[in-house]
């Protein structure tokens, strides 16, 4: 069955402290998605990836830096953390094109910037 | 300007009610069109997506949506609902050309009273 797997899956840190938020699928899908959820908003995109190396920037992506090291593995960088980044993140991954709008995700990570 | 309004923010019905949720979207062109379901403390888990063709899908644990070109609309129903079906619903666009990403709702709380 599809997996997507987040570390940590709680996250306390200070205002200026730097947080590395690790996905991992074993979908073997091309695409990956960074997003947030707050209360009222629903889910926005941050940064998502079709592939190893690639990039792209979502609808709220200030403040964050993404990477993509593998087709497994997408890490969100938040290298000064501010307490309007407190929020819960969640990672999925998705084939794309003709499953366009099928897409697999993680149990969130919840981070709390004080 | 892409956007997905979902009016409730919360919905209440006794067990074996039916219930519709209501989503409207403001897009131009061809559009992908799913709906999530979020329990409490878990990730978005995918119900049914709409392309083309018939315009009633059917999703799992029967759910089922209706898209509507003139009403811009995307309404998910349930005919007899259970309390287990208590959760937030996400409503979800994106364009055939936009690389997988979704913009979503901001989601409905449906309430299932025993």
């Known amino acids: 069955e599809a997996a997507v797997t987040q570390s940590p899956r709680n996250k306390v840190t200070v205002t200026g402290g730097n947080v590395t938020l690790s996905c991992r699928q074993t979908?073997?899908?091309?695409?990956m998605y960074w997003y947030r959820q707050d209360t009222g908003h629903g889910l926005r995109l941050i940064h998502y990836?079709?592939?190893?190396?690639?990039?792209q920037i979502g609808d709220v992506p200030d403040g964050y830096k993404a990477t993509r090291t593998t087709q497994e593995d997408f890490f969100l960088l938040l290298e000064l953390a501010s307490p309007s980044q407190t929020s819960l993140y969640f990672c999925?991954?998705?084939?794309?094109?003709?499953?366009?709008?099928?897409?697999?995700f993680g149990p969130g990570t919840r981070l709390t910037v004080l | 300007t892409q956007t997905v309004s979902q009016s409730d923010a919360h919905v209440t019905v006794f067990e074996g009610d039916s219930v519709e949720l209501r989503c409207n979207y403001s897009y131009g062109g061809s559009i992908y069109l799913s709906w999530y379901i979020q329990h409490h403390g878990r990730g978005l888990q995918f119900l049914l997506k709409y392309y083309s063709g018939n315009p009633v899908v059917q999703g799992v644990n029967g759910f089922e949506a209706e898209f509507s070109k003139s009403d811009s609309s995307f309404h998910l129903r349930k005919a007899s609902v259970h309390w287990s079906d208590s959760a937030v619903y996400f409503c979800?666009?994106?364009?055939?050309?936009?690389?997988?990403?979704?913009?979503f709702g901001a989601g409905t709380q449906l309430i299932v009273i025993p």
């Open positions: 979908n073997s899908h091309n695409y």
């Open positions: 979800a666009a994106s364009r055939g050309s936009a690389l997988g990403r979704l913009h």
């Open positions: 999925a991954s998705g084939q794309g094109r003709g499953t366009i709008a099928e897409q697999f």
């Open positions: 990836s079709y592939g190893a190396g690639n990039l």
